[in-house]
Protein backbone atom coordinates (compact mmCIF):
# COMPACT_ATOMS: atom_id res chain seq x y z
CA UNK A 1 0.00 0.00 0.00
CA UNK A 2 1.51 2.82 -1.27
CA UNK A 3 0.60 6.89 -0.21
CA UNK A 4 1.96 10.25 -0.71
CA UNK A 5 1.00 13.38 0.54
CA UNK A 6 -1.28 16.21 -1.10
CA UNK A 7 -4.30 18.50 -0.99
CA UNK A 8 -7.35 17.55 -1.70
CA UNK A 9 -8.03 19.71 -5.30
CA UNK A 10 -11.58 21.46 -5.27
CA UNK A 11 -12.59 19.67 -8.11
CA UNK A 12 -12.42 16.54 -6.23
CA UNK A 13 -13.91 18.05 -2.80
CA UNK A 14 -17.04 18.34 -5.08
CA UNK A 15 -17.23 15.44 -6.64
CA UNK A 16 -17.19 13.89 -3.18
CA UNK A 17 -19.73 15.41 -1.58
CA UNK A 18 -22.44 14.37 -4.59
CA UNK A 19 -24.38 11.96 -2.21
CA UNK A 20 -24.51 8.33 -2.68
CA UNK A 21 -28.03 6.75 -4.23
CA UNK A 22 -28.86 3.63 -2.68
CA UNK A 23 -29.94 3.14 -6.80
CA UNK A 24 -26.28 3.65 -7.89
CA UNK A 25 -25.27 0.42 -6.07
CA UNK A 26 -25.22 -2.95 -7.46
CA UNK A 27 -27.29 -5.39 -5.76
CA UNK A 28 -25.49 -7.41 -3.16
CA UNK A 29 -23.58 -10.14 -4.01
CA UNK A 30 -23.15 -12.01 -0.74
CA UNK A 31 -24.57 -11.16 3.03
CA UNK A 32 -24.52 -8.85 5.84
CA UNK A 33 -23.78 -9.96 9.41
CA UNK A 34 -24.79 -7.10 12.30
CA UNK A 35 -21.24 -7.00 13.82
CA UNK A 36 -22.49 -4.68 16.94
CA UNK A 37 -24.89 -1.91 15.91
CA UNK A 38 -22.95 -2.24 11.96
CA UNK A 39 -22.98 -4.64 9.19
CA UNK A 40 -20.17 -6.28 7.85
CA UNK A 41 -21.01 -7.47 3.95
CA UNK A 42 -19.00 -10.99 2.81
CA UNK A 43 -19.55 -13.33 0.38
CA UNK A 44 -18.86 -16.92 0.20
CA UNK A 45 -18.17 -19.76 -2.50
CA UNK A 46 -17.49 -23.16 -2.81
CA UNK A 47 -16.86 -26.02 0.40
CA UNK A 48 -14.51 -27.28 1.72
CA UNK A 49 -11.77 -26.92 4.46
CA UNK A 50 -9.67 -24.80 5.14
CA UNK A 51 -11.82 -21.62 4.28
CA UNK A 52 -9.84 -19.08 2.66
CA UNK A 53 -10.61 -15.50 3.95
CA UNK A 54 -9.57 -12.76 1.80
CA UNK A 55 -8.69 -9.31 3.16
CA UNK A 56 -8.62 -6.69 0.10
CA UNK A 57 -5.90 -3.51 -0.13
CA UNK A 58 -6.19 -0.31 0.71
CA UNK A 59 -8.92 1.20 -1.80
CA UNK A 60 -10.01 -1.60 -3.06
CA UNK A 61 -13.34 -3.66 -2.12
CA UNK A 62 -14.45 -7.09 -2.18
CA UNK A 63 -15.08 -6.58 -6.00
CA UNK A 64 -11.18 -6.49 -7.06
CA UNK A 65 -11.30 -9.95 -5.96
CA UNK A 66 -13.80 -12.11 -7.36
CA UNK A 67 -12.28 -13.24 -10.48
CA UNK A 68 -9.74 -14.91 -8.08
CA UNK A 69 -12.37 -16.03 -5.27
CA UNK A 70 -13.98 -17.87 -8.38
CA UNK A 71 -10.74 -19.88 -9.04
CA UNK A 72 -10.13 -20.89 -5.79
CA UNK A 73 -13.43 -21.79 -4.62
CA UNK A 74 -13.15 -25.06 -6.92
CA UNK A 75 -10.87 -26.16 -4.25
CA UNK A 76 -12.57 -25.15 -1.27
CA UNK A 77 -14.67 -22.53 0.78
CA UNK A 78 -13.63 -18.67 -0.08
CA UNK A 79 -14.90 -15.92 1.20
CA UNK A 80 -13.65 -12.21 0.40
CA UNK A 81 -15.79 -9.27 2.80
CA UNK A 82 -15.59 -5.80 3.06
CA UNK A 83 -14.17 -3.83 6.03
CA UNK A 84 -16.47 -1.46 7.35
CA UNK A 85 -16.80 1.54 4.93
CA UNK A 86 -15.83 -0.41 1.91
CA UNK A 87 -18.66 -2.03 -0.85
CA UNK A 88 -21.53 -3.13 0.54
CA UNK A 89 -20.13 -2.86 4.77
CA UNK A 90 -21.43 -0.09 7.15
CA UNK A 91 -19.10 2.66 8.13
CA UNK A 92 -17.48 1.14 11.01
CA UNK A 93 -16.28 3.03 14.66
CA UNK A 94 -13.21 5.04 14.54
CA UNK A 95 -10.20 5.10 14.34
CA UNK A 96 -9.98 2.58 11.29
CA UNK A 97 -6.74 0.55 12.95
CA UNK A 98 -5.65 -2.99 12.31
CA UNK A 99 -7.01 -4.25 15.92
CA UNK A 100 -10.34 -3.25 15.42
CA UNK A 101 -10.55 -4.61 12.03
CA UNK A 102 -9.39 -8.18 13.55
CA UNK A 103 -11.94 -7.70 16.16
CA UNK A 104 -14.35 -6.81 13.43
CA UNK A 105 -12.88 -10.24 11.85
CA UNK A 106 -13.48 -12.02 14.56
CA UNK A 107 -17.05 -11.25 15.09
CA UNK A 108 -17.98 -11.53 11.14
CA UNK A 109 -16.65 -14.91 11.12
CA UNK A 110 -19.15 -15.64 14.66
CA UNK A 111 -21.91 -14.49 13.10
CA UNK A 112 -21.86 -16.34 9.91
CA UNK A 113 -21.11 -19.38 11.83
CA UNK A 114 -17.76 -19.93 10.28
CA UNK A 115 -15.00 -21.79 12.25
CA UNK A 116 -11.49 -22.43 11.48
CA UNK A 117 -9.19 -23.32 10.43
CA UNK A 118 -8.39 -20.58 8.05
CA UNK A 119 -5.77 -20.04 5.28
CA UNK A 120 -5.68 -16.24 5.25
CA UNK A 121 -4.94 -14.00 2.64
CA UNK A 122 -3.83 -10.56 2.89
CA UNK A 123 -3.01 -7.65 -0.01
CA UNK A 124 -1.01 -4.39 1.60
CA UNK A 125 -2.60 -3.11 4.45
CA UNK A 126 -4.85 -6.45 4.28
CA UNK A 127 -1.67 -8.07 5.45
CA UNK A 128 -1.59 -5.85 8.46
CA UNK A 129 -5.43 -7.16 9.35
CA UNK A 130 -4.40 -10.43 8.86
CA UNK A 131 -1.28 -10.71 10.53
CA UNK A 132 -3.13 -9.51 13.62
CA UNK A 133 -5.54 -11.56 13.77
CA UNK A 134 -3.54 -14.53 13.10
CA UNK A 135 -1.44 -13.74 16.11
CA UNK A 136 -4.88 -13.15 18.40
CA UNK A 137 -6.17 -16.67 16.99
CA UNK A 138 -3.22 -18.98 16.12
CA UNK A 139 -5.04 -22.26 17.13
CA UNK A 140 -8.09 -21.23 14.08
CA UNK A 141 -4.86 -20.48 11.23
CA UNK A 142 -3.81 -23.14 9.07
CA UNK A 143 -1.66 -20.88 6.21
CA UNK A 144 -1.23 -17.58 4.84
CA UNK A 145 -1.09 -15.70 1.77
CA UNK A 146 0.85 -12.23 2.10
CA UNK A 147 0.20 -10.34 -1.72
CA UNK A 148 3.06 -7.22 -1.37
CA UNK A 149 1.58 -6.97 2.08
CA UNK A 150 2.69 -3.69 4.01
CA UNK A 151 5.56 -4.15 6.78
CA UNK A 152 5.39 -2.73 9.95
CA UNK A 153 8.87 -1.20 9.28
CA UNK A 154 8.26 0.16 5.72
CA UNK A 155 7.17 3.77 6.96
CA UNK A 156 9.98 4.38 9.00
CA UNK A 157 12.63 2.60 6.15
CA UNK A 158 11.15 4.98 3.53
CA UNK A 159 10.90 8.06 5.25
CA UNK A 160 7.39 8.15 4.85
CA UNK A 161 5.67 10.26 7.76
CA UNK A 162 2.27 9.43 8.93
CA UNK A 163 0.11 11.22 11.47
CA UNK A 164 0.29 10.10 14.70
CA UNK A 165 -2.90 10.97 15.77
CA UNK A 166 -6.44 9.77 13.94
CA UNK A 167 -7.36 12.64 11.90
CA UNK A 168 -10.10 12.14 9.01
CA UNK A 169 -9.31 15.53 7.86
CA UNK A 170 -5.91 14.95 7.34
CA UNK A 171 -4.23 15.33 3.52
CA UNK A 172 -2.84 12.36 2.72
CA UNK A 173 -4.43 10.21 0.08
CA UNK A 174 -3.99 6.49 -1.58
CA UNK A 175 -2.12 6.67 -4.87
CA UNK A 176 -4.83 6.68 -7.76
CA UNK A 177 -5.09 3.62 -10.02
CA UNK A 178 -5.19 3.02 -13.51
CA UNK A 179 -6.10 -0.53 -13.71
CA UNK A 180 -9.21 -1.21 -16.28
CA UNK A 181 -11.16 -3.56 -13.54
CA UNK A 182 -11.00 -0.61 -11.21
CA UNK A 183 -12.32 2.24 -13.92
CA UNK A 184 -15.49 0.38 -14.71
CA UNK A 185 -16.37 -0.04 -10.95
CA UNK A 186 -19.58 1.51 -9.71
CA UNK A 187 -19.23 4.94 -9.08
CA UNK A 188 -20.77 4.54 -5.73
CA UNK A 189 -18.33 1.96 -4.84
CA UNK A 190 -15.45 3.80 -5.71
CA UNK A 191 -16.38 7.09 -3.69
CA UNK A 192 -17.20 4.67 -0.70
CA UNK A 193 -13.94 2.97 -1.07
CA UNK A 194 -12.11 6.74 -1.50
CA UNK A 195 -13.66 7.90 1.88
CA UNK A 196 -13.04 4.02 3.59
CA UNK A 197 -9.51 4.52 2.54
CA UNK A 198 -8.73 7.60 4.09
CA UNK A 199 -9.85 7.07 7.46
CA UNK A 200 -7.43 3.69 7.74
CA UNK A 201 -4.71 6.05 6.24
CA UNK A 202 -5.29 8.14 8.81
CA UNK A 203 -5.25 5.38 11.76
CA UNK A 204 -2.09 3.45 9.89
CA UNK A 205 0.40 4.74 13.05
CA UNK A 206 -1.75 3.05 15.28
CA UNK A 207 -1.84 -0.17 12.94
CA UNK A 208 1.52 -0.22 12.57
CA UNK A 209 2.15 -0.08 16.06
CA UNK A 210 -0.25 -2.99 16.82
CA UNK A 211 1.26 -5.48 14.05
CA UNK A 212 5.06 -4.50 16.08
CA UNK A 213 3.20 -5.75 19.02
CA UNK A 214 1.23 -8.69 17.33
CA UNK A 215 4.00 -9.92 14.96
CA UNK A 216 4.06 -13.82 15.65
CA UNK A 217 2.02 -15.91 13.39
CA UNK A 218 1.04 -19.64 14.17
CA UNK A 219 4.20 -22.38 12.66
CA UNK A 220 1.74 -22.32 9.08
CA UNK A 221 2.40 -22.92 5.68
CA UNK A 222 3.67 -19.32 4.28
CA UNK A 223 3.65 -17.56 0.92
CA UNK A 224 4.46 -14.19 0.52
CA UNK A 225 4.10 -12.89 -3.47
CA UNK A 226 5.97 -9.70 -3.74
CA UNK A 227 5.58 -7.09 -7.06
CA UNK A 228 8.33 -7.42 -9.72
CA UNK A 229 7.87 -3.97 -10.90
CA UNK A 230 9.34 -0.74 -9.46
CA UNK A 231 6.54 1.65 -7.83
CA UNK A 232 8.59 4.90 -7.58
CA UNK A 233 8.34 6.04 -11.00
CA UNK A 234 10.04 9.49 -11.48
CA UNK A 235 12.28 9.35 -8.74
CA UNK A 236 15.61 10.08 -8.56
CA UNK A 237 16.18 7.44 -5.54
CA UNK A 238 13.95 4.85 -7.04
CA UNK A 239 16.30 1.73 -6.95
CA UNK A 240 17.14 2.63 -3.73
CA UNK A 241 13.28 2.45 -2.63
CA UNK A 242 12.41 -0.62 -4.63
CA UNK A 243 15.08 -1.99 -2.84
CA UNK A 244 14.62 -1.67 0.87
CA UNK A 245 10.65 -2.67 -0.38
CA UNK A 246 12.35 -6.06 -1.50
CA UNK A 247 14.04 -6.27 2.14
CA UNK A 248 11.23 -5.90 3.57
CA UNK A 249 9.25 -8.45 1.94
CA UNK A 250 12.14 -10.68 2.49
CA UNK A 251 11.35 -10.11 6.02
CA UNK A 252 8.20 -11.25 5.89
CA UNK A 253 9.31 -13.93 4.26
CA UNK A 254 10.89 -15.42 7.38
CA UNK A 255 7.43 -15.11 9.51
CA UNK A 256 7.86 -18.58 9.39
CA UNK A 257 9.99 -21.37 8.70
CA UNK A 258 7.48 -23.12 6.48
CA UNK A 259 7.61 -20.12 3.70
CA UNK A 260 7.94 -19.51 0.24
CA UNK A 261 9.01 -16.09 -1.73
CA UNK A 262 7.79 -15.72 -5.11
CA UNK A 263 8.03 -12.35 -7.53
CA UNK A 264 5.39 -11.54 -9.41
CA UNK A 265 7.71 -10.54 -12.96
CA UNK A 266 4.73 -8.64 -14.40
CA UNK A 267 3.08 -6.66 -11.77
CA UNK A 268 3.40 -3.89 -10.03
CA UNK A 269 1.78 -3.59 -6.24
CA UNK A 270 -1.71 -4.86 -8.12
CA UNK A 271 -0.73 -8.59 -8.28
CA UNK A 272 -4.37 -9.42 -8.11
CA UNK A 273 -5.29 -7.39 -10.90
CA UNK A 274 -2.52 -7.70 -12.98
CA UNK A 275 -1.25 -11.64 -12.27
CA UNK A 276 -3.99 -12.99 -10.41
CA UNK A 277 -3.05 -16.88 -11.37
CA UNK A 278 0.15 -16.20 -9.29
CA UNK A 279 -2.55 -15.49 -6.09
CA UNK A 280 -4.48 -18.65 -7.08
CA UNK A 281 -2.02 -21.04 -7.46
CA UNK A 282 -0.45 -19.90 -3.67
CA UNK A 283 -3.54 -20.29 -2.70
CA UNK A 284 -4.27 -23.48 -4.19
CA UNK A 285 -0.80 -25.01 -2.65
CA UNK A 286 -1.01 -23.05 0.86
CA UNK A 287 -4.50 -24.96 0.62
CA UNK A 288 -2.88 -28.64 -0.09
CA UNK A 289 0.02 -28.16 2.12
CA UNK A 290 -2.29 -27.74 5.37
CA UNK A 291 -4.72 -30.23 4.11
CA UNK A 292 -1.65 -32.71 4.84
CA UNK A 293 -0.33 -31.16 7.38
CA UNK A 294 -3.54 -31.55 9.25
Known sequence: MLVRQLFIPSLLLAWLSTPVLAGDFPPVPGKRYDVGGYSIHMLCKGVGEPTVLIDAGLGDDSTDWFDIQNKSSVQTRTCVFDRPGYGWSDAGPQPRNSLIISDEISKLLQKAKIVGPFVLVGHSFGGYNMRVFASKHPNQIAGMVLVDASHESQYDKLNIKLPKHFDRKGNILILPKTSDTVSDKSQALKERAFHA?????????????????HNAIP????????RGLSEWKDRDDAEVREKIWVELQQDLWKLSPLSQHI???????DIHLEQ????????????SMSRVMN
Open 219 to 226: RVPLIVIS
Open 276 to 287: PELIVGAIADVV
Open 263 to 269: FANHSGH
Open 197 to 213: ARAEISSLYQSTLQVKK
